[in-house]
């Protein structure tokens, strides 16, 4: 029985994972949106204003 | 097999494999809607309360505020690997520290983790004695209280039998249970002081005389507080469908409302703590001194939240463990880590000690994270062999020496070495100067990427570490 689920287990993973690791590793294959100049604006915004709630705690 | 079992080989093979740009499924907001859930946990006031012990209200709010967020920038910029490509940070950590060195982390950072639940079963068993004196009139002795936080543990184990099913319903209890019980707290605070008053109060039990080694204090422990995310940072973000929507997701969890939270535990044991000379960072302690019906409602709705989070860190951090651990069955893991928890609440080490177990949170949630920062985006420019990631052979990029990546222990070692040199955890003061500019966790962060950045520009050891790109190449 546990030789059984190990088994069940392993050969699900390795059959999901080579069909994946094959589609990502095609050309073609397109990876989500990535973080724009916008979004690293914003964090830079976030940033300053948590400096300033910082010290005007401490002033 | 059972269908439990089954159901959990399928979350560990769906936890292990790397997601499909096209099988994306969570958006911004139902990114920020999950993070959020797991933002809202009764540990937050916990925190709240731990640090007005040593600042007051106004620098307390600003700290936990300010410092949560600035830090989750930074810290949650490693949302982004998991969402690019659709693996999970623990997969991912085997190109910064090997095969077989990342599950030697992985071990160190769940049993602490597991801390987080001892938080539970401590406000758990608080929460049903202090129902047990109003409703009787009777107080039960201290030596029941372990006993009655087991119960949540006991309640959690049997849901997380139940599969994920009955926990995803359990779960919808945390949101409205948590929600009341801030807004209880407010009332109190609101109704009995003003908000200069409250501007005014300060530190419960400094540290020191030194204003500003309280406030660095605070600021290590909230610094640590946002390291708790290691261990489940890269679950989510693989589903989604953009970068922003991960990241900005997890800022509005993770950061924002976590760091609200905080806030109002904050208010809520330095009001209640003035009003009655009870402090207390626990807070059904808060809410049986305050008294009154809608204390007992707010009671009632974190003994509900403790036993709904119990069950889904039973059930996600299990899920987890068999992905380490396949020759596990999924209830031998389950059993395996009650058993931890119930040890962690029946010595009580975590609430007796929370700004060790916070230490401890920091030091490994800390410099790991900024470590596989500075391997993702500096070493090796945002360019990974995913193949590599799960063939664990020799041959294979990410098998380093034996298993191990030298460099990445290295610099873990070097960060560890720095914590411990500038913060001394137990007294919870600091041992050197620099403590008072960067706090423990914040120097051992620079340390462990200086020294893994610095340690991948000599040519051998970036040839060592870069096997996956010459692998691309032939």
Request: some cysteine; charged content about 10%; proline content about 4%.
């Given at each position: 029985m546990q030789s059984e689920q190990n088994k069940s287990f392993k050969e699900l993973l390795n059959e999901e994972l080579e069909a994946r690791i094959e589609e990502i590793e095609s050309p073609g294959y397109e990876y989500i949106p990535r973080l724009t100049k916008a979004d690293y604006l914003g964090m830079v915004v976030t940033a300053a204003i948590c400096v300033v709630i910082i010290i005007v705690g401490v002033v | 097999?059972?269908?439990?079992?089954?159901?959990?080989?399928?979350?560990?093979?769906?936890?292990?494999?790397?997601?499909?740009?096209?099988?994306?499924?969570?958006?911004?907001?139902?990114?920020?809607?999950?993070?959020?859930?797991?933002?809202?946990?009764?540990?937050?006031?916990?925190?709240?309360?731990?640090i007005i012990s040593v600042i007051g209200l106004k620098a307390a709010l600003t700290n936990t505020l300010g410092v949560i967020v600035l830090f989750s920038i930074i810290y949650l910029l490693a949302v982004i690997i998991p969402a690019r490509e659709g693996i999970d940070t623990w997969i991912y950590q085997r190109a910064c520290f090997g095969y077989k060195g990342i599950v030697v982390i992985w071990f160190v950072a769940i049993f602490a983790t597991w801390g987080w639940e001892a938080i539970l079963t401590g406000i758990h068993g608080t929460s049903i004695s202090a129902l047990y004196t109003i409703a009787t009139g009777n107080v039960l002795p201290d030596s029941w209280i372990p006993w009655l936080g087991a119960t949540c543990v006991?309640?959690?184990?049997?849901?997380?039998?139940?599969?994920?099913?009955?926990?995803?319903?359990?779960?919808?209890?945390?949101?409205?249970?948590?929600?009341?019980?801030?807004?209880?707290?407010?009332?109190?605070?609101?109704?009995n002081y003003s908000w200069s008053e409250l501007m005014s109060m300060e530190a419960v039990a400094p540290i020191s005389d030194n204003f500003r080694e309280n406030y660095m204090v605070a600021t290590e422990w909230n610094l640590a507080f946002v390291c708790a995310w290691y261990t489940v940072i890269g679950v989510i973000p693989r589903l989604g469908k953009t970068e922003r929507g991960s990241y900005w997701g997890f800022m509005t969890g993770f950061g924002v409302v976590y760091a609200l939270i905080a806030c109002v535990g904050a208010f809520g044991a330095l009001a209640v703590s003035d009003m009655t000379g009870v402090y207390s960072n626990d807070p059904s302690i808060w809410f049986s001194e305050m008294g009154g019906g809608l204390a007992i409602l707010s009671m009632i709705c974190l003994i509900c939240s403790n036993i709904s989070i119990m069950a889904v860190a039973m059930?996600?951090?299990?899920?987890?463990?068999?992905?380490?651990l396949p020759n596990w069955s999924y209830r031998k893991i389950l059993i395996a880590w009650s058993i931890w928890v119930l040890f962690l609440n029946f010595t009580g080490v975590v609430m007796n000690y929370y700004s060790v177990f916070l230490s401890v949170i920091g030091f490994i949630g800390g410099p790991t994270v900024i470590i596989i920062l500075v391997d993702y985006f500096l070493i090796r420019k945002q360019r990974i062999s995913i193949r590599d990631m799960f063939e664990q052979e020799a041959k294979n990029a990410y098998y380093y020496t034996k298993g191990f990546n030298v460099l990445g222990y290295v610099a873990l070692l070097a960060g560890t070495v720095a914590y411990f040199l500038v913060y001394d955890p137990i007294n919870a003061v600091a041992r050197m100067e620099i403590f008072n500019f960067t706090t423990g966790t914040g120097l051992s962060c620079l340390v462990a990427g200086l020294v893994y950045g610095f340690g991948a520009m000599i040519p051998s050891v970036k040839t060592y570490l870069l096997r996956d790109m010459e692998a691309k190449k032939n």
């Open positions: - | 097999m059972n269908k439990n079992e089954q159901s959990a080989n399928q979350e560990a093979v769906f936890g292990i494999i790397p997601m499909i740009s096209r099988e994306r499924t969570h958006g911004f907001w139902a990114i920020a809607a999950v993070t959020i859930v797991y933002s809202m946990a009764p540990w937050c006031f916990t925190q709240g309360g731990a006991i309640v959690g184990f049997i849901i997380a039998l139940m599969g994920p099913n009955v926990i995803t319903k359990v779960s919808y209890i945390v949101i409205p249970g948590i929600i009341i019980a801030c807004i209880v707290l407010f009332v109190f605070v609101f109704k059930y996600s951090l299990s899920v987890s463990t068999k992905a380490v």
